[in-house]
């Protein structure tokens, strides 16, 4: 069935206000109508969440409505998510992506958001949450057949955690295994070229193309 719509509008609004509640109200209302979850996917989540992470980035809105909005998508996915298992419509995944905010870190606001778009885009993510160790991140990637291990730093005293986690990676002959990408606030392009990521990205709009790129 298609999005009515009232339903693409009403959702698409709720998301981008970060009214997680009346997102889950709405997005139940949809499937309970017939709606195919997939369409939801690609025809209100992800156009919403990219024009939010375009608004960041543009500075029209800050931190905390980003994390509103975050959360909404996340209440929201699980319901997609379910729908989609139980229908078997799931299409085949791009890859899986093993993600975590680095160990002493424990800001997950952007982390959260990447991991939300990158599943609203067929990717299998297993989020390690923050605070997550080097061994924990090669741990999870060996665990989960992953072909990306994403990791994000917000502070700068934390930033090093990476640059070990990289070296593990090489230490254990793993290295070209898995693409290794960063960010996060305490990152730049410049630095994540010196430690010898395969990609940065600035943001969750980023993220998901590079994450595309690299299973490309």
Request: charged share 25%.
């Amino acid at each position: 069935m298609t999005i009515s719509d009232s339903i693409r509008e009403r959702l698409g609004a709720a998301l981008k206000d970060g009214e997680a509640d009346d997102a889950e109200a709405i997005v139940l209302e949809a499937l309970g109508a017939g709606a195919d979850p997939l369409e939801v996917i690609h025809e209100v989540m992800i156009p919403t969440l990219e024009q939010v992470g375009v608004d960041f980035q543009n500075g029209d809105i800050f931190v905390p409505e980003l994390l509103m909005t975050g959360e909404a998508a996340e209440k929201v996915s699980k319901h997609l998510e379910a729908a989609i298992e139980a229908a078997g419509k799931a299409s085949a995944s791009p890859g899986t992506v093993v993600i975590g905010t680095i160990k002493g870190d424990i800001h997950d606001i952007g982390k959260n958001i990447v991991s939300t778009m990158l599943r609203a885009h067929g990717f299998k993510v297993v989020d390690l949450g923050r605070d997550v160790s080097p061994s924990a991140f090669v741990d999870a990637a060996k665990a989960n057949n992953a072909n990306i291990v994403g990791m994000a730093s917000l502070m700068t005293t934390t930033r090093p955690m990476i640059a070990s986690t990289i070296s593990l990676f090489s230490e254990l002959g793993l290295r070209d295994s898995y693409k290794l990408i960063v960010g996060g606030g305490s990152i730049t392009r410049d630095w994540a070229d010196a430690v010898g990521a395969d990609g940065y990205a600035e943001d969750a709009t980023t993220a998901v193309e590079l994450c595309k790129q690299l299973v490309a």
